[in-house]
């Protein structure tokens, strides 16, 4: 503030000392400077308000939270327990949702209950073999109650309840009756994400075929999500979006390429813009991005059904951007046609469901799965086209009456 006492000073200076004059009306140029743009802020802000635009911000903010809200309320079945409360009484057994999907945008669900599967069992067909110079379809295990994201090419995203869409018979699945969210033009579905849990998270990354990533705040991903796009990730011609991963802060992000490298680095010190991070080979490309944190294993599983698992601490975090990755596959078996399908970090109790190229789905407990070796012992061979993994829930005895 520039007080009359304060211009009388400066007066009082100038006329004692001329030489002074120049630096007193700089300082005076400068504060001006600086109250005008402030004033040119706090008017733009009362326009700002007075056309309703932010009021609209502070409403999708809202919006937004509202909508985090009602997701984690869903995972916990539909209601909020306070710490004061009696916790409601665990159902016996949690359906879950097996989610198949390809690029053209159909999506099937079938249900079933994960505590009446056996390892080794197979708990569904998918009519019609997929073909290899056709799209190929992936597999997807949520619970039933989950929110799901699915994300086309073109960085345009779909986002809706698991539970909103049909359930089928999972022995007699067909694409035929499949639900249809229609790409639009030179876009393909690219990946299914669920979605519900992303509010505890600090970070989502965006992950493309290349090895190129990108990573953002949750809330920013969360708002773009809301408006129905949040970008491809990609920068080149011949690159497209793969999927996402969301990580806290002490986080390990590792994605793992089709010819077996693996890239890994903590989420802190991933790039905010879009960025190449592992160098692949011209024929190579990623095929599973996730995060690791509390699982003591990581999974990997060939064509041919070979499981392979490495501990977390084998990992070997790059410290640079565009590093080769870590090897997994020898040169001989690489050179022999040795491919890796999927792969993602597992622990005690949890379970793998498999497609396979014939349109068989099987269940494998993944401890007796890393004890055998390999899928095919005790079945045909057949060549693995996608996987996922999920935790099987534990079931707490109720007390009697």
């Known amino acids: 503030m520039i007080s009359p006492d304060k211009i009388d000073e400066w007066i009082h200076e100038v006329e004692e000392r001329p030489a002074s004059a120049a630096l007193i009306i700089r300082y005076i140029a400068n504060r001006l400077g600086e109250l005008a743009a402030r004033e040119e802020e706090l008017a733009a802000q009362n326009i700002?308000?007075?056309?309703?635009?932010?009021?609209?911000?502070?409403?999708?903010?809202?919006?937004?939270?509202?909508?985090?809200?009602?997701?984690?309320?869903?995972?916990?079945?539909?209601?909020?327990?306070?710490?004061?409360?009696?916790?409601?009484?665990?159902?016996?057994?949690e359906m879950l949702s097996l989610v198949l999907y390809n690029p053209l945008g159909q999506v099937l669900r079938a249900e079933i209950d994960p505590l009446e599967m056996s390892s080794g069992q197979t708990i569904g067909s998918l009519a019609g073999a997929p073909d290899q110079d056709e799209a190929q379809p992936a597999i997807l295990a949520a619970p039933s109650q989950e929110e799901?994201?699915?994300?086309?090419?073109?960085?345009?995203?779909?986002?809706?309840?698991?539970?909103?869409?049909?359930?089928?018979?999972?022995e007699s699945l067909d694409w035929q009756q499949a639900y249809l969210e229609e790409p639009r033009v030179k876009e393909e579905l690219a990946a299914i994400q669920p979605?519900?849990?992303?509010?505890?998270?600090?970070?989502?990354?965006?992950?493309?075929?290349?090895?190129?990533?990108?990573?953002?705040?949750?809330?920013?991903?969360?708002?773009?999500?809301?408006?129905?796009?949040?970008?491809?990730?990609?920068?080149?011609p011949a690159d497209r979006t793969y999927n996402l991963a969301f990580a806290g802060k002490d986080d390990l992000f590792v994605m793992v390429s089709q010819e077996g490298y693996i890239f890994s680095m903590p989420a802190e010190r991933l790039p905010t813009a879009i960025e190449e991070v592992v160098h692949l080979g011209i024929t190579d490309h990623i095929v599973a991005a996730f995060t690791v944190s509390q699982k003591p294993s990581i999974l990997f599983v060939t064509q041919t059904g070979k499981a392979v698992h490495r501990d977390t601490s084998w990992l070997d975090p790059a410290g640079t951007f565009k590093t080769k990755g870590q090897?997994?596959?020898?040169?001989?078996?690489?050179?022999?046609?040795?491919?890796?399908?999927?792969?993602?970090?597992?622990?005690?109790?949890?379970?793998?469901?498999?497609?396979?190229?014939?349109?068989?789905?099987?269940?494998?407990?993944?401890?007796?799965?890393?004890?055998?070796?390999?899928?095919?012992?005790?079945?045909?061979?057949?060549?693995?086209?996608?996987?996922?993994?999920?935790?099987?829930?534990?079931?707490?005895?109720?007390?009697?009456?």
Request: proline residues 6%; glycine residues 10%.
């Open 48 to 93: 700002a308000l007075l056309n309703g635009k932010k009021v609209e911000e502070y409403e999708n903010r809202l919006a937004s939270l509202e909508y985090q809200l009602e997701l984690l309320k869903r995972q916990l079945g539909g209601e909020m327990v306070l710490p004061t409360e009696a916790p409601p009484s665990q159902p016996a057994s």
């Open 148 to 170: 799901l994201l699915l994300i086309f090419t073109s960085g345009r995203t779909v986002a809706m309840p698991a539970s909103s869409l049909a359930a089928s018979p999972a």
């Open 195 to 236: 979605i519900a849990r992303m509010a505890l998270y600090e970070y989502c990354i965006q992950a493309s075929r290349r090895g190129y990533v990108k990573k953002m705040r949750t809330s920013f991903f969360t708002s773009h999500a809301a408006e129905g796009y949040i970008g491809t990730g990609v920068k080149l």
């Open 327 to 401: 090897s997994l596959l020898s040169r001989e078996r690489r050179e022999a046609g040795t491919r890796i399908v999927g792969a993602a970090p597992v622990g005690e109790g949890d379970w793998g469901v498999f497609l396979h190229d014939d349109g068989k789905l099987s269940a494998y407990q993944l401890n007796q799965l890393l004890a055998d070796g390999s899928l095919e012992r005790g079945r045909a061979a057949s060549s693995i086209v996608s996987i996922t993994t999920f935790h099987m829930p534990e079931v707490k005895p109720q007390p009697p009456g």
